[in-house]
T-cell receptor
């Protein structure tokens, strides 16, 4: 069954703006991960946040995790055209990685 | 270079003709899995393997088989493909002991006519 669910499903922003995506999940998790996919290619890991962490940064990425609300957010700051992609959250539960349906982000130059 | 390699990248086949999609990783990962990606449905796990000779069903295993005879290889077998198995398939591997990120292959776009 699907675990992570991203919101919003599609986002269109101007270059330089920030993009925020949310993900909700249903069960307890070991960690939550975010991935990027460019146009039907393989997914690339962006960041992993463990269940005992609340916030994590990696370059222009900021991820938060609220286990009480079973939700996470991914913030991309100062977006670039190259950030145009689909973004997926994935929850690590019982030795399985379950993905949400993904967010399509379009950054307009 | 650390990578997951899938072959073929593209495949068009006819209903009922057995096919195998290969997957190989060079990172000595214990965990490997197969996903299919369909529009509006995201990625759904087909099968996964926690180590050699250990495989388990994912969310959508019907119509698929896998084997894990060696650590590096995890082939996906479609014994009798049907049009509803037309999809984009991804193989992934990870080091489960350290609970780290998954590495994905570049995908296999399969069309069954």
């Amino acid at each position: 069954s699907q675990q992570g669910e991203e919101d919003p499903q599609a986002l269109s922003i101007q270059e330089g703006e920030n993009a925020t995506m949310n993900c909700s999940y249903k069960t307890s998790i070991n960690n939550l991960q975010w991935y990027r996919q460019n146009s039907g290619r393989g997914l690339v890991h962006l960041i992993l946040i463990r269940s005992n962490e609340r916030e994590k940064h990696s370059g222009r990425l900021r991820v938060t995790l609220d286990t009480s609300k079973k939700s996470s957010s991914l913030l991309i700051t100062a977006s670039r055209a190259a950030d145009t992609a689909s973004y997926f959250c994935a929850t690590d539960v019982n030795n399985r990685l379950a993905f949400g349906k993904g967010n399509q982000v379009v950054v307009i130059p | 270079e650390a990578q997951v390699t899938q072959n073929p990248r593209y495949l068009i086949t006819v209903t009922g003709k057995k096919l195998t999609v290969t997957c190989s990783q060079n990172m000595n990962h214990e965990y490997m899995s197969w996903y299919r990606q369909d529009p509006g449905l995201g990625l759904r796990q087909i099968y996964y393997s926690m180590n050699v000779e250990v495989t388990d069903k994912g969310d959508v295993p019907e119509g698929y088989k896998v084997s894990r005879k060696e650590k590096r290889n995890f082939p996906l077998i479609l014994e009798s493909p049907s049009p509803n198995q037309t999809s984009l398939y991804f193989c992934a591997s990870s080091n489960r002991v350290r609970n780290t990120e998954a590495f994905f292959g570049q995908g296999t776009r399969l069309t069954v006519v």
